[in-house]
């Protein structure tokens, strides 16, 4: 078969396949014109062990465009389910194709698969393409999580396709090779739940706990799978709030059990500090907003946890009882996470009653007076009182007292709290107009520099000791009517 690769640099395995096939089809991406590699992630490539002079290869844009399949492989497209802004949807990769596992240097499994490959079984009408902007983004916003210490799937490659594809207008096709510890989403139990057999969710449920949470366990395996993916989401959540990031479309088929941020589609940072900012073009009535974020955690957990009641007890009621027992330690397993990092944010090392209220005094102010929320941190962080009107405030100025005064019953010394603060107070993060202008350049221009630049500024976002001052900068118009779009 001429679509065949056999190369002896990447070996690819499918463990997803020992699943029923109810769970996946044999899918293989639609052949492009003319695959173009324009982005390669050359520090993962390496990480992970792959080569990279095969990614810079003719045979490597082969691979990754999905022209060619590498020998031994089998490519599929998962079936899921999802509730999309609260209502139940059957889905499915309807414009993804899953390459296979590949085992890294350091012996963990990841997913290697394909954005924007084409149309599967799961399309509903699409073309399954994607256009060059969006997976720009993806590959940008991925990197920068990654560089900020929150756990992500990742970008490998993005390549153009040589065609144009239709969406308002005809713009660049584009594929995007995204790393992940797997695809299993929350909406793939409840795919599995529907199925309305308990053998597809136990098989389902056995295959996850092996993969991701093989380890010691005492009592219902389930019930530990439950407990851990609450743990995860509670975990990843928190991060997500500590540095101003909003998912936008927090559907539960872009929930990973794995713990990592999936699917970048219309998210973004918030600039100035609102616990009501929106982006999401589709979001009309706020349900994502950043402050919502980790409710919606929840209740996306609610969910999981409803497919999950089968394997949870016989007795349906004693079910409901271990979900709701595992439910209830989200709230207080995020708030943990929250405040703990918000204090490492002001420098405090233990913990006092008084934290509460001067972590929310802050906030309060900042949303006040309209402060940035990553300069106000860095600002602090450094000492520098000069540069933004909050500090010249009154309210600011009473709270930096009682700041002080908090600082000054720890034990650890001034040079410690700046350390502390610096290590948890990013310099940059990918603004949105940076990245708009990134992607501005790139599919407009043909201009990948500046996206270059972008991405080796945000590789050190801890970096005191060479902070690119421009790129801490605000735009003119800050975030003035600024949406982000789903590019599907």
């Not at 309807?94 to 890294?104: D, F, I, K, M």
């Not at 016989?314 to 004693?318: C, E, G, L, S, T």
């Given at each position: 078969m001429d679509r065949i690769l056999k190369d002896k640099t990447i070996k690819l395995e499918n463990t997803y396949i020992k699943l029923p096939s109810k769970f996946f089809t044999t899918q293989y991406p639609e052949k492009v014109r003319e695959p173009k590699v324009v982005a390669l992630n050359k520090t993962l490539a390496k990480s992970i062990g792959i080569d990279v002079s095969f990614l810079e290869?003719?045979?490597?844009?082969?691979?990754?465009?999905?022209?060619?399949?590498?020998d031994g492989s089998t490519p599929?497209?998962?079936?899921y389910a999802g509730h999309q802004f609260g209502y139940f949807t059957i889905l499915g990769d309807?414009?993804?194709?899953?390459?296979?596992?590949?085992?890294?240097k350091d012996g963990e499994r990841v997913d290697i698969q394909l954005k924007g490959s084409g149309r599967t079984l799961y399309s509903r009408g699409g073309d399954g393409k994607a256009s060059l902007g969006p997976m720009l983004r993806e590959y940008i916003i991925s990197e920068g999580m990654y560089a900020l210490g929150i756990p992500t799937t990742r970008s490998l490659t993005v390549l153009t396709t040589g065609e144009d594809i239709f969406r308002e207008d005809f713009l660049p096709g584009a594929i995007l090779t995204r790393i992940a510890k797997s695809h299993i989403r929350v909406g793939t139990f409840e795919y599995a739940a529907r199925l309305g057999d308990k053998k597809y969710l136990k098989e389902l449920a056995d295959y996850t706990l092996k993969r991701h949470f093989d380890g010691n366990y005492n009592g219902n395996p389930y019930e530990y799978l439950l407990n851990q993916v609450v743990k995860k989401q509670a975990e990843l959540i928190s991060k997500w709030q500590l540095v101003g990031f909003i998912h936008g479309v927090m559907n539960t088929d872009n929930m990973s059990i794995a713990g990592e941020t999936i699917d970048y589609g219309p998210c973004a940072f918030m600039d100035i500090y609102d616990p009501s900012t929106?982006?999401?073009?589709?979001?009309?009535?706020?349900?994502?907003?950043?402050?919502?974020?980790?409710r919606i955690g929840g209740w996306n957990l609610a969910r999981f946890a409803e497919a999950m009641l089968p394997l949870l007890d016989?007795?349906?009621?004693?079910a409901i009882e271990v979900a709701n027992g595992s439910l209830d330690?989200?709230?207080?397993?995020?708030?943990?996470?929250?405040?703990?990092?918000?204090?490492k944010k002001l420098g405090l090392f233990n913990e006092e009653e008084v934290d509460k209220d001067l972590i929310e005094g802050l906030l309060s102010i900042m949303l006040k007076y309209k402060a940035d929320y990553t300069n106000t941190f860095y600002n602090l962080t450094i000492g520098k009182f000069t540069s933004m009107d909050i500090f010249y405030m009154d309210e600011f100025k009473r709270w930096y007292t009682l700041w002080s005064e908090r600082l000054?019953?720890?034990?650890?010394?001034?040079?410690e709290v700046k350390k502390l603060m610096e290590e948890n107070n990013p310099t940059v993060i990918p603004r949105?107009?940076?990245?708009?202008?990134?992607?501005?350049?790139?599919?407009?221009?043909?201009?990948?520099?500046v996206m270059e630049n972008l991405i080796a500024v945000l590789k050190n976002p801890y970096d005191y000791l060479s902070v690119n001052e421009e790129y801490t900068k605000l735009p003119k118009n800050i975030d003035k009517g600024y949406k982000t779009y789903c590019g599907t």
């Open positions: 290869s003719e045979e490597g844009a082969n691979f990754l465009s999905g022209n060619k399949i590498l599929i497209a998962q079936a309807g414009r993804a194709v899953l390459l296979g596992e590949y085992l890294t929106v982006f999401s073009s589709i979001d009309l009535n706020g349900r994502y907003a950043y402050e919502n974020q980790p016989d007795d349906k009621d004693k330690k989200y709230n207080q397993l995020y708030l943990n996470n929250w405040y703990l990092g918000m204090r000054s019953r720890q034990e650890q010394s001034k040079d949105n107009h940076r990245v708009e202008e990134a992607l501005e350049a790139a599919v407009n221009r043909n201009d990948y520099s």
